[in-house]
């Protein structure tokens, strides 16, 4: 292998014990107090004990994480530009005590690695947010899950890898960075490009990167995320079925297809250097940088959060001492008189240029409109058509909120009818008082409870969506945060629709039959929202009801509007 570049740091770190040290140290966390690993920190798990992140050993310490945080190096000053640390809940860390070892389990409780504590420390969240992403605005997704998820405190330390995260799905194409790097060596590929993608593929990337390693005089290696990506992303399952058949494509052994478990941060340029360093730890000399490589979109205001450029910018900075060359991402464009595609920058005066983007391939599918075949192949329309039918066949979520005696049951109940009404879907209603009696009766009232309560609703509202059923849901599900947790969930599975009942409360206080307003301001019931507990308006509802002076049928012929109009339902006649 020593025709291949060095990884970063010079080795490549193998993060898994030897079997006997393994077996002695499976026994020994039965005894040790235990951590259970979520998703984010799952991949990076994964990444850390494959070596896909060398040099580091570790999540890191308190001077390494201040160090990547403000200048993007390791306290040795290697180059490492995004954090990587566990965070853990501060009743966890108090009740540590002095405890200098955890095991690190996954979601069925098998124990992956034990974790030395070298340090614990309490980060600045917002400065990291700022220093790291650029930005506060909590419509960045990693800075909504750095302020609004993550727990406060950090561990630091040394991992020691008993065994790597289990993955039952498209074991052929899940290698290490040692496994791939032995694919290059015994193919005797020197010089490789690396494409990342977290989109299905069309005919324009793969003469992109048909292109870009051509320039290069190198071989090419498709590595699509599918760990963690953007919120509403296509499942990966389908992406990796789409790239298998777009593989047949390209020129018989010049390309090879991996995975890569990563959960990424959408971090823009800081993310562009971390993917560059992670390919070289596979082993590729080449990495195609694309226009707002990893950028998450607009800000609360609009803008951008990076510029287009960004991304390129900094990884060329940088390629000298990575010893990785950055290929800047060429848009193509199909020349219908040429009946091929060209780069944008090439294409003859006067020609005709077609193109199709992102937003309109998913408005095509959503209205199950044709996709022409000069921009992606017939079998990849086949499988993206499979798993994701137009709009008005695909399951979806209307999730009420607003106060008790606000009218959601009421609406709720109606708008079941006329959907049942319809015929076009399996519907289920999950009111806020059916569910607390036969899914959650065992919780209170506290934020905890309450926030638990509405995420179970929300974890089988995104079951029946993603089945392709109706779920109408009808929690007061008073705060935002569980909100945008039940929002990701089922927009993950179809879509959500939120729909606020915004009856002012003086008109609840006078409707409510069973006293509960009376009670709560004679302090009889604790934690009332609107009274005794707050009600955190939603900023942006798809639709807000007063039922204040409109009749459950008006209401509901509203939100049937609004699903004619998002194309979830088909207008009658």
């Known amino acids: 292998m020593s025709q291949l570049i060095a990884p970063h740091g010079g080795h490549l770190v193998d993060g898994l014990v030897a079997a006997e040290e393994a077996a002695r140290l499976k026994q020994l966390s039965a005894s040790l107090p235990s951590w259970d690993l979520t998703p984010r920190q799952m991949c990076d798990l994964e990444m850390l004990l494959n070596g896909a992140f060398s040099p580091l050993r570790g999540f890191m310490l308190r001077s390494d994480y201040e160090s990547v945080r403000d200048t993007m190096r390791l306290a040795s000053g290697e180059l490492w530009p995004m954090p990587i640390t566990l965070d853990i809940s501060r009743e966890f860390a108090d009740s540590l005590g002095s405890a200098t070892r955890i095991a690190l389990r996954d979601p069925e409780g098998v124990v992956l690695a034990i974790l030395d504590i070298e340090d614990r420390f309490e980060p600045d969240l917002e400065l990291e947010a700022k220093q790291v992403f650029g930005t506060t605005d909590r419509k960045h997704p990693s800075v909504s899950h750095l302020l609004e998820r993550s727990h406060p405190i950090y561990l630091g330390g040394r991992l020691h890898g008993l065994e790597m995260p289990r993955h039952y799905d498209f074991g052929h194409l899940r290698s290490t960075p040692r496994e791939v790097r032995a694919f290059f060596s015994k193919m005797g590929w020197s010089r490789i490009v690396a494409f990342q993608t977290r989109n299905p593929m069309h005919r324009a990337h793969l003469e992109l990167t048909f292109r870009a390693a051509q320039i290069a005089e190198a071989n090419l290696l498709i590595q699509p995320v599918v760990g963690l990506t953007k919120p509403g992303d296509i499942d990966h399952y389908t992406r990796v079925r789409c790239y298998e058949k777009l593989l047949r494509h390209y020129p018989e052994q010049t390309t090879t297809l991996a995975l890569l478990h990563l959960a990424m941060r959408m971090g823009g340029p800081r993310e562009a250097l971390w993917h560059a360093i992670i390919r070289k730890n596979h082993g590729c000399t080449h990495f195609i940088v694309g226009r707002d490589h990893a950028g998450p979109g607009k800000d609360s205001s609009g803008t951008p959060f990076y510029g287009p450029y960004d991304a390129q910018t900094l990884v060329a900075r940088h390629q000298a001492e990575l010893g990785i060359t950055m290929v800047p991402f060429q848009e193509m464009v199909f020349v219908a008189e040429r009946a091929q595609y060209m780069p944008a920058d090439e294409v003859p005066e006067g020609a005709t240029v077609l193109n199709i983007s992102g937003t309109e391939l998913r408005r095509r599918l959503q209205e199950g409109l044709d996709i022409p075949e000069w921009f992606t192949y017939p079998e990849v329309i086949e499988e993206l058509r499979r798993t994701h039918p137009p709009r008005h066949k695909q399951g979806f979520t209307v999730f009420f909120t607003g106060l008790s005696g606000s009218g959601k049951s009421t609406i709720a109940n109606a708008l079941l009818v006329r959907l049942l009404e319809l015929g076009t879907r399996p519907v289920t209603l999950l009111d806020g008082d059916i569910v607390r009696k036969n899914l959650s009766s065992e919780l209170g009232f506290s934020k905890a409870h309450r926030d638990l309560n509405v995420q179970r609703i929300g974890f089988v509202a995104s079951e029946i969506t993603k089945n392709g059923g109706i779920a109408i849901c009808a929690p007061i599900a008073p705060y935002k945060g569980s909100r945008d947790i039940v929002r990701e969930g089922i927009s993950a599975a179809g879509v959500f629709v939120e729909v606020h009942v915004s009856t002012p409360i003086e008109t609840c206080e006078a409707r409510d039959r ?60």
């Open 514 to 573: 069973k006293g509960l307003y009376a009670m709560a301001r004679a302090g009889k019931i604790k934690e009332f929202t609107g009274i005794s507990d707050p009600y955190e308006i939603p900023e942006n509802p798809d639709l807000r009801i007063d039922t204040t002076s409109i009749a459950p049928d008006e209401a509901v012929q509203q939100i049937v509007l609004k699903l004619e109009a998002l194309g979830l339902i088909r207008p009658e006649g």
